[in-house]
């Protein structure tokens, strides 16, 4: 459950862009997401 409402509508936009600029989007959030994990790792 998504409590923050600009996180939900932000997926809900992103849920109607074209398949081509979802995986962009999508492979820039698990970049992010991966580097943060990273980066926290190693503190």
């Not at 989007?25 to 943060?36: E, P, S």
Request: proline letters at 0%.
């Amino acid at each position: 459950m998504v409590k923050d409402k600009e996180v939900l509508q932000r997926i809900e936009d992103i849920s109607n862009l074209s398949e081509e600029k979802k995986k962009y989007i999508f492979d820039f959030i698990d970049m992010c997401l991966r580097d943060d994990k990273t980066q926290k790792a190693y503190k």
